[in-house]
């Protein structure tokens, strides 16, 4: 089994998917570091040697941001919008959609579900 940035990747899966079990990887940068090493994108996780793994870890150690730095860099970045009470900061203060989505109707998770006002409909009396 790979493991690869504290992250156990899936044995029966292609690397190329595989690596964006990763947090801040995705398909396009999976191939670009494929692509990097010279690898097959078609090879199972559990068909890597020693060394690709190796030079997997190398690559993605030297040229990118993952996993627990890539959360901390953005919760500092929503926290200083935050601070400096831009629209952005305070939209997430509030946990509404920050980019320009509609409220009225949709929204629920940020405004939770409201209990609707108008009940049973009582009998009209004779």
Not at 71 to 86: D, F, Q, T, V, Y
């Amino acid at each position: 089994m790979a493991r690869i940035e504290g992250i156990d990747l899936p044995k029966n899966k292609r690397i190329e998917i595989g690596l964006t079990y990763i947090y801040g990887i995705g398909i396009s940068r999976s191939k670009e570091i494929l692509q990097k090493i010279e690898l097959d994108n078609n090879i199972k996780v559990k068909d890597l040697n020693d060394e690709q793994i190796i030079s997997i870890r190398n690559i993605l150690s030297k040229e990118y941001e993952l996993e627990g730095d890539l959360r901390r860099l953005e919760a500092m970045n929503i926290k200083r919008l935050m601070e400096i009470s831009s629209y952005k900061g305070r939209r997430h203060r509030l946990k509404l959609p920050l980019r320009g989505q509609r409220t009225r109707t949709n929204a629920r998770t940020g405004r939770g579900s409201k209990k609707t006002i108008a009940g049973k409909k009582k009998a009209p009396r004779k």
